[in-house]
């Protein structure tokens, strides 16, 4: 797929004035190296984001990445730091954890894990010991990979009993979850997704944990935004533990975080992030997640977030209206989950996929519950609306962005229909800067 060079103008990027001067100084110090993000700033700038787990950050949570935090080291937590000189980052570190708390209104916070999985990996070290049973959505129906996939480190020390989605609805069944929680007797019960659609009810969880003496343990990375600003109800007071990630709908860096209000669990925790599972934290990432919880406890950023679940609920129509088929019927979140098949019957997530970004819509392929066909190629797309409602995309500019799917899954990918898509798309992109 052909962009127009970052490099040649300012405008054709809409990169601001810092973005231009890295971009400047590894022209000189590595040119190899500033190409390629000269590159990716094309490619962002001239395409359609739909997949669900990223967004666009702002220009201050992406250059507070790229500030002196990043020269330091900071195992430990404030205060008790096995590095000297580090009294700004202990200052940085508490600001991020306050913030963190006023945003979900909870006790307790950890800042410090990389990503999601790695939060994932703290929470069930804490909760549990080797060999006790979770139990959880498989991936085949939703659920991400670190809630008991068989290679991942949830699947391989612990063990994992699945519960299920309706197999008429495709929607969480909360009696049926209850009996197989009373069956397998779990030590966790995991709620929260990567590829469901629907508002989570929360209370019930905590109710079927209650009843078999579990843990509840959310995790909220997809609609963690939405949790915040009270979009989706939030997990709090229901779940002992949140865990998620600082992106996707969060609108910040790439990282992890851990919630809870319970005092013991908090340090049981902390310990398993540090030293159980990580060494120093990026305190240079730790820093632009403050700026990221600074910006979403903005009344904007509320806003911000009805926005993205309208756009979701009104593509989602646009897309029925043309005969896909929206597993669970629709949206109530940022997502959702295409099925393909009453469209087309030979069309596959992956051919989906690989058409439409050559024609300047990235997204990606993904199963459907109880999909007859191999991970690698699916019957669905997941669609998300958080990036392209961070450029400006209300829901009056959904129709035409349902059409421009409709059209080039259509084609079965034409070259002819994706090169005139495309120009359409990066058009209509010089309308919607990306954030600076």
């Keep these: 797929m052909d962009f127009e060079s970052s490099s040649d103008s300012a405008q054709s990027t809409e990169l601001d004035h810092l973005s231009l001067s890295l971009i400047a100084m590894l022209t000189s110090a590595d040119p190899d190296v500033a190409r390629i993000i000269a590159d990716e700033a094309a490619r962002q700038s001239q395409t359609l984001e739909l ?8 220009a201050a949570v992406m250059h507070t990445m790229g500030s002196w935090l990043t020269n330091k080291y900071a195992e430990g937590y404030p205060g008790k730091r096995y590095y000297g000189g580090c009294q700004y980052h202990d200052q940085i570190e508490n600001l991020a954890i306050d913030r963190a708390k006023k945003l979900f209104s909870c006790q307790f916070a950890n800042v410090q894990p990389h990503c999601g999985a790695n939060a994932n990996i703290a929470a069930f070290m804490a909760l549990m010991n080797p060999g006790d049973t979770v139990l959880s959505l498989p991936i085949k129906s939703g659920g991400h990979l670190s809630h008991g996939l068989k290679p991942n480190f949830s699947g ?28 397998s007797n779990p030590k966790v019960i995991i709620c929260g997704y990567s590829a469901y659609s629907r508002a989570i009810d929360f209370a019930r969880f905590r109710a079927i944990a209650d009843k078999v003496g579990a843990y509840l343990m ?9 949790c915040a600003t009270g979009v989706h109800s939030s997990p709090f007071p229901h779940a002992h533990v949140v865990t998620t990630t600082t992106h996707k709908t969060l609108r910040g860096p790439r990282g992890g975080m851990i919630l809870c209000n319970d005092a013991e669990i908090a340090v049981k925790l902390d310990r398993k992030v540090f030293p159980g599972s990580q060494g120093g934290p990026l305190m240079h990432v730790i820093a632009s997640k403050a700026v990221a919880f600074g910006e979403a406890l903005e009344p904007s950023f509320a806003l911000y977030c009805e926005r993205v679940v309208r756009n979701a609920r009104e593509l989602a129509a646009q897309l029925t209206n043309r005969g896909y088929r929206l597993c669970t019927g629709g949206t109530d979140n940022h997502l959702m989950l295409v099925d393909l098949r009453p469209r087309d019957s030979e069309l596959t997530g992956a051919d989906a996929e690989k058409w439409l970004e050559t024609a300047g819509i990235i997204c990606n392929k993904n199963g459907i519950p109880n999909d007859p066909r191999p991970p690698m190629v699916t019957s669905g797309l997941r669609l998300g609306t958080p990036a392209i409602t961070t450029r400006g995309l209300r829901e009056v500019h959904m129709p035409q962005l349902a059409q421009w799917l409709d059209t080039v899954m259509g084609s079965k990918g034409d070259a002819s229909v994706c090169r005139t898509v495309r120009g359409e798309i990066r058009t209509f992109c010089r309308q919607f800067p990306l954030p600076h």
Excluded at 51 to 58: F, L, P
Excluded at 218 to 226: C, M, P, W
């Design 218 to 226: 959310a995790d909220i990375a997809h609609i963690a935004g939405l």
């Design 156 to 183: 391989t020390f612990y063990k994992v009993v699945d519960y299920g989605l309706d197999p008429v609805t495709e929607r969480l069944d909360y009696d049926e979850i209850e009996k197989i929680a009373i069956a």
């Design 51 to 58: 997949i669900a787990s990223e967004n666009h950050v702002s």
